[in-house]
């Protein structure tokens, strides 16, 4: 006998609410352990504790083990069958060859920005900017750091390349903690506040060969400050916050 839609035994389509409560979960989960690496709360080489880390988020180790997964494919932390999750740390040619290409991808992304962008666009990063000079006026350095990438991330944006795109955000992920930390002395903030400012005076003119000169020079000084970060020795004390 061939069933109708009528009958009661054939599953009816409805909204999967349950399925979308988890996914929201678990995107949280991993945003919270994604910004907790980025602000150094799990450092590089630190061993993840479940149980801690359940109590601290308000979740299961479900979910949690699930989040691990996903940031392990991102290079973040390092899965091992014996001795559990810890945060990945990265050696001395990693860093130097990650900042080095992501150097070259901002400034090309930078280029096609220039050509691209809208006058929308423009106006939201220069907004962002302003936002990210009343954070460090006010000390507040996660929120100085989350609007300072975000221009970087709009910039990327505005090139308008999927591949360029792709690539950048894969390897940033695994710089953001780096980049977080790398200015920890003042002259070394107000460097990055007049870079951010020559930024915008590129985007503005639609100065492609201007705005990726700044941007390359930008990353390769972090890059720079994060490895002599690397050499022992006292650690600088956080003059006012740090720039990214």
Not at 6 to 15: L, M, R, S
Not at 132 to 158: K, P, T, V, W
Not at 211 to 237: F, M, N, S, Y
């Amino acid at each position: 006998m061939q069933k109708t839609t009528d009958d009661p035994a054939e599953p009816v389509a409805g909204p999967l609410l349950p399925r979308l409560e988890r996914q929201r979960l678990h995107d949280t989960v991993v945003d919270h352990l994604r910004r907790f690496i980025t602000e150094g709360v799990l450092a590089p080489g630190m061993k993840l504790n479940e149980r801690e880390l359940c109590e601290t988020l308000g979740i299961s180790r479900t979910p949690l083990r699930e989040a691990f997964k996903v940031l392990a494919a991102e290079n973040l932390i390092e899965l091992s069958p014996n001795r559990g999750a810890s945060v990945s740390r990265m050696t001395e040619a990693e860093i130097w060859e990650a900042f080095e290409v992501m150097s070259g991808l901002e400034a090309f992304a930078g280029e096609l920005a220039c050509e691209r962008i809208t006058p929308a666009e423009l106006a939201q990063i220069k907004a962002l900017h302003y936002a990210m000079l009343a954070c460090r006026a006010q000390n507040d350095l996660s929120g100085y750091y989350s609007r300072n990438q975000e221009i970087h991330d709009r910039i990327s944006e505005a090139a308008r390349n999927s591949v360029l795109r792709k690539t950048y955000v894969s390897i940033n992920r695994r710089l953001k903690a780096l980049r977080f930390r790398s200015n920890q002395q003042t002259e070394k903030w107000d460097r990055a506040i007049q870079d951010h400012e020559a930024m915008i005076q590129a985007l503005e003119a639609r100065d492609g060969k201007r705005l990726a000169t700044i941007l390359r020079q930008h990353l390769l000084e972090k890059r720079d400050a994060v490895l002599q970060q690397q050499k022992p020795g006292p650690t600088p004390q956080l003059a006012a916050g740090a720039a990214a």
